[in-house]
């Protein structure tokens, strides 16, 4: 079974960065396009980044060249680097293949970005 285990959330003031790291257990990455979703207050849950099997990245428009998605294959691993946060990225996050297995959400980290 599918484990996903997203870290690295935090209280950040506007502007400011924090890396979220998602550990991947059960399955092996490698061949296997992952993404980061996020899921707002009130909001449905969205898709953030993704980075295909041969690394290639995609980024949702809000994203404005602020974030930075990497992945880790030895190590089953998948980062996001957010800098430039706005109170707008407040959000639990998540982790997941992108398109995610639907029985394999993570609980996610949250990240709050204060004014």
């Known amino acids: 079974q599918v484990q996903l285990v997203e870290s690295g959330g935090g209280l950040v003031q506007a502007g400011g960065s924090l890396r979220l790291s998602c550990d991947v257990s059960?399955?092996?990455?490698?061949?296997?396009?992952m993404a980061w979703y996020r899921q707002r207050p009130g909001k449905e849950r969205e898709w953030v980044a993704r980075i295909s099997s041969g690394r290639n990245t995609f980024y949702a428009d809000f994203v404005e060249g602020r974030f930075t998605i990497s992945r880790d294959n030895a190590k089953d691993t998948v980062d996001l680097q957010m800098s430039r946060l706005e109170p707008e990225d407040t959000a639990v996050y998540y982790c997941?293949?992108?398109?995610?297995?639907?029985?394999?959400w993570g609980q996610g980290t949250q990240v709050t970005v204060s004014s």
């Open positions: 059960g399955s092996t990455i490698s061949g296997i396009h």
């Open positions: 997941n293949k992108y398109p995610p297995w639907p029985s394999y």
